[in-house]
């Protein structure tokens, strides 16, 4: 039971474009939303997080976006670097724990 | 800070045998978690611990599994026996109570054969 969905498993944009990654979930119980980006042969590192009760948070070149009506939340990067290029996974919590995606490669051409 | 550290940083062992994986979690930090990472399910949480008690073990897929923390510096993944479907990447991580910004260590690649 995936409560929490990725359906791209990868991605591909032009340096300096926006790259908009997208996370489905299930469970209505979910209060807090994050964004992780991991590097080949290093752990998740924790990049961007928003609250259930807002709709909208912004850090630098990254925004996270959420639909709660819709169940779906997103990561925008603009504009995209060569060095965002990485798996994105989309995690949600309820409790102490954290529910990951399956996770998006993102791939920034230059 | 040395930051979550896992070890070994890869395992190859055959189909049977025990594995026991490692990690020290960040000092001062009271939550520790354990993922395993596959192509097919991503992330998935196996077990969590909180002041070093195991408090959802629901993750553990099945008996082969056990996990421990006996204080609040060290905890172990043990798997016996192993077998193939078990190859994966293994990941701690701790945080303190409530806080969702987890640090990872690097992992642990486990390959049976």
């Known amino acids: 039971d995936q409560q929490v969905k990725q359906n791209s498993p990868s991605l591909s944009v032009q340096e300096g474009r926006i790259s908009i990654l997208n996370c489905d979930y299930t469970n209505s119980m979910f209060d807090y939303f994050l964004w992780y980006k991991k590097y080949p042969a290093e752990g998740p590192t924790f990049l961007i997080s928003i609250s259930s009760i807002k709709d909208k948070n912004e850090d630098g070149r990254f925004t996270v976006f959420l639909n709660k009506s819709a169940k779906h939340l997103s990561l925008h990067i603009v504009p995209s670097q060569p060095g965002d290029s990485a798996v994105y996974f989309c995690a949600a919590s309820y409790g102490n724990k954290l529910v990951f995606g399956a996770g998006t490669i993102l791939r920034v051409k230059s | 800070d040395a930051g979550v550290i896992q070890s070994p940083r890869h395992e190859v062992t055959e189909m049977g045998q025990e594995v026991t994986l490692r990690c020290k979690p960040i000092?001062?930090?009271?939550?520790l978690f354990w993922y395993r990472q596959t192509m097919m399910r991503g992330l998935e949480l196996l077990i969590y611990?909180?002041?070093?008690?195991?408090?959802?073990d629901s993750g553990m897929p099945e008996d082969r599994f056990s996990a421990k923390m006996p204080n609040a510096s060290f905890s172990t993944l043990k798997i016996q026996p192993s077998e193939p479907r078990d190859s994966a990447v293994y990941f701690c991580?701790?945080?303190?109570?409530?806080?969702?910004?987890?640090?990872f260590g690097s992992g642990t690649r486990l390959t049976v054969v």
């Open positions: 611990f909180n002041n070093n008690v195991p408090i959802d």
């Open positions: 000092s001062g930090h009271n939550s």
């Open positions: 991580a701790s945080t303190q109570q409530g806080d969702y910004g987890y640090t």
